[in-house]
T-cell receptor, first 106, second 112 residues
């Protein structure tokens, strides 16, 4: 089945810093989503982005489907950005990566 | 407001008891899913349903059962056959197999 790898596994930032999270996948996909899991466990949709670039406030995402990767950019990070970021892709079924744990310190 | 409602948020049960977790959605989505998450881990698929009265096993279906009698509802029963039931359970739905996935707030089950 398709493999999804996220990097880095852990990331610690100071408030105000920028960061880039990466999601690599091993085969062509029908869609790709980014989620943020907050400290209370809820998964929040960030982007539904099978290809191209989208922006939402301080966050943006780019998926290059032909090269099988997606990037999530977080600018001017805030403590509320802390949590785990998951990417998930769909081919025959939805497959999640293992996530990047982000800690933003004040 | 449209969304997915899971209940209860927290549940404690004695070993050997079956428990049922509720999941209701008013997004008019055809597909619904149950995931399990253990501390510090990713999400693993338990069961999914793409249409009423039909459901499929996911990667870790043993010890779990589901039903899909209504489009809006997809309850999960954690049976006594599940060896390690203590976990965080997440329900999700999408408009189709490749559609955008939306999650409920989760149910945290602790078996004593």
């Amino acid at each position: 089945g398709i493999q999804v790898e996220q990097s880095p596994p852990d990331l610690i930032l100071q408030e105000g810093a920028n960061s880039t999270l990466r999601c690599n996948f091993s085969d062509s996909v029908n869609n790709l989503q980014w989620f943020h899991q907050n400290p209370w466990g809820q998964l929040i949709n960030l982007f539904y982005i099978p290809s191209g670039t989208k922006q939402n406030g301080r966050l943006s995402a780019t998926t290059v489907a032909t090269e099988r990767y997606s990037l999530l950019y977080i600018s001017s990070s805030q403590t509320t950005d802390s949590g785990v970021y998951f990417c998930a892709v769909t081919r025959e079924k939805l497959v999640f990566g293992k996530g990047t744990k982000l800690t933003v310190n004040p | 407001d449209g969304g997915i409602t899971q209940s209860p948020k927290y549940l404690f049960r004695k070993e050997g008891q079956n428990v049922t977790l509720s999941c209701e959605q008013n997004l008019n989505h055809d597909a619904m899913y149950w995931y399990r998450q253990d501390p510090g881990q990713g999400l693993r698929l338990i069961y999914y349903s793409q249409i009423v009265n039909d459901f499929q096993k996911g990667d870790i279906a043993e010890g779990y059962s589901v039903s899909r009698e209504k489009k809006e509802s997809f309850p999960l029963t954690v049976t006594s056959a599940q060896k390690n039931p203590t976990a965080f359970y997440l329900c999700a739905s999408s408009s189709g197999r490749a559609g955008e996935l939306f999650f409920g707030e989760g149910s945290r089950l602790t078996v004593l």
